[in-house]
Protein backbone atom coordinates (compact mmCIF):
# COMPACT_ATOMS: atom_id res chain seq x y z
CA UNK A 1 0.00 0.00 0.00
CA UNK A 2 1.80 3.25 -0.92
CA UNK A 3 -0.67 5.18 0.06
CA UNK A 4 1.22 4.55 3.39
CA UNK A 5 3.86 6.03 2.12
CA UNK A 6 2.15 9.32 0.19
CA UNK A 7 0.88 10.01 3.44
CA UNK A 8 3.79 9.99 5.47
CA UNK A 9 5.62 12.36 2.47
CA UNK A 10 2.05 14.57 2.75
CA UNK A 11 2.47 15.24 6.66
CA UNK A 12 6.79 15.99 6.35
CA UNK A 13 5.56 18.62 3.43
CA UNK A 14 2.88 19.82 6.27
CA UNK A 15 5.66 19.59 8.71
CA UNK A 16 8.33 21.46 7.36
CA UNK A 17 4.95 24.26 6.60
CA UNK A 18 3.85 24.67 9.85
CA UNK A 19 7.54 25.07 11.01
CA UNK A 20 8.56 27.88 8.96
CA UNK A 21 5.33 29.40 9.65
CA UNK A 22 5.26 28.83 13.36
CA UNK A 23 2.06 27.14 13.77
CA UNK A 24 1.40 24.72 16.05
CA UNK A 25 -2.09 22.81 15.16
CA UNK A 26 -3.31 21.52 11.96
CA UNK A 27 -6.67 21.32 11.98
CA UNK A 28 -7.26 20.37 8.22
CA UNK A 29 -5.57 19.38 4.82
CA UNK A 30 -6.67 19.63 1.56
CA UNK A 31 -5.93 17.51 -1.32
CA UNK A 32 -6.47 16.91 -4.92
CA UNK A 33 -6.32 13.69 -5.91
CA UNK A 34 -6.18 13.07 -9.74
CA UNK A 35 -8.15 9.94 -11.53
CA UNK A 36 -4.85 8.87 -12.88
CA UNK A 37 -2.41 9.64 -10.04
CA UNK A 38 -2.30 6.01 -8.90
CA UNK A 39 -3.65 7.26 -5.57
CA UNK A 40 -6.81 5.48 -4.00
CA UNK A 41 -8.35 8.14 -2.20
CA UNK A 42 -10.03 5.68 0.12
CA UNK A 43 -6.82 4.09 1.36
CA UNK A 44 -5.58 7.87 1.75
CA UNK A 45 -7.92 8.79 3.92
CA UNK A 46 -7.76 5.54 5.67
CA UNK A 47 -3.16 5.54 5.88
CA UNK A 48 -3.43 9.47 7.17
CA UNK A 49 -4.89 9.18 10.38
CA UNK A 50 -2.39 6.49 11.08
CA UNK A 51 0.59 8.99 9.62
CA UNK A 52 -0.17 12.16 11.75
CA UNK A 53 -0.62 9.61 15.20
CA UNK A 54 1.77 10.85 18.24
CA UNK A 55 2.29 14.33 16.43
CA UNK A 56 0.91 18.00 16.76
CA UNK A 57 -0.83 17.49 13.38
CA UNK A 58 -3.11 14.38 15.10
CA UNK A 59 -6.70 14.89 15.41
CA UNK A 60 -5.95 16.97 11.84
CA UNK A 61 -8.99 16.48 9.33
CA UNK A 62 -8.13 15.58 5.60
CA UNK A 63 -10.06 16.79 3.10
CA UNK A 64 -9.56 14.72 -0.57
CA UNK A 65 -10.93 16.69 -3.83
CA UNK A 66 -11.26 14.50 -6.84
CA UNK A 67 -9.76 15.64 -9.86
CA UNK A 68 -11.27 14.19 -13.38
CA UNK A 69 -9.36 13.09 -16.42
CA UNK A 70 -9.67 16.47 -18.83
CA UNK A 71 -8.12 16.71 -22.55
CA UNK A 72 -6.74 18.32 -25.17
CA UNK A 73 -7.31 16.61 -28.85
CA UNK A 74 -4.68 17.93 -31.09
CA UNK A 75 -6.28 17.00 -33.68
CA UNK A 76 -9.36 19.25 -33.63
CA UNK A 77 -8.13 21.61 -30.22
CA UNK A 78 -11.55 20.21 -28.57
CA UNK A 79 -11.46 20.40 -24.84
CA UNK A 80 -13.25 17.59 -23.12
CA UNK A 81 -13.47 15.49 -19.91
CA UNK A 82 -14.02 11.73 -21.19
CA UNK A 83 -16.99 9.62 -19.01
CA UNK A 84 -14.99 7.12 -18.24
CA UNK A 85 -10.66 8.12 -16.86
CA UNK A 86 -9.14 5.21 -19.05
CA UNK A 87 -10.98 5.91 -22.43
CA UNK A 88 -8.19 8.60 -23.80
CA UNK A 89 -9.60 9.90 -27.18
CA UNK A 90 -11.30 12.98 -27.86
CA UNK A 91 -14.79 12.91 -27.41
CA UNK A 92 -15.74 15.48 -29.96
CA UNK A 93 -13.25 13.71 -33.30
CA UNK A 94 -12.58 10.03 -31.97
CA UNK A 95 -8.71 10.90 -31.98
CA UNK A 96 -6.17 9.39 -29.83
CA UNK A 97 -3.69 12.53 -30.57
CA UNK A 98 -5.05 13.80 -27.03
CA UNK A 99 -2.60 15.46 -24.15
CA UNK A 100 -3.42 15.02 -20.68
CA UNK A 101 -4.65 18.38 -19.33
CA UNK A 102 -5.53 17.31 -15.80
CA UNK A 103 -5.81 13.92 -13.61
CA UNK A 104 -2.37 13.05 -13.01
CA UNK A 105 -2.62 15.31 -10.12
CA UNK A 106 -1.66 14.92 -6.68
CA UNK A 107 -1.50 18.50 -5.17
CA UNK A 108 -1.80 19.66 -1.40
CA UNK A 109 -3.85 22.65 -2.13
CA UNK A 110 -4.30 24.48 1.36
CA UNK A 111 -3.81 23.91 5.32
CA UNK A 112 -5.65 25.21 8.12
CA UNK A 113 -3.42 25.92 10.72
CA UNK A 114 -3.02 27.67 14.04
Request: charged letters at 20%; glycine letters at 6%.
Amino acid sequence: MHELNIAMALVEQIREFMVKENAHELISATVAVGALSGVEADALAFCFPLAIEGTPMQGAQLHLEPVPVRLRCRSCEAKSQPEESHMLHCVVCGSGQVEIVTGHDLILQSLEVS
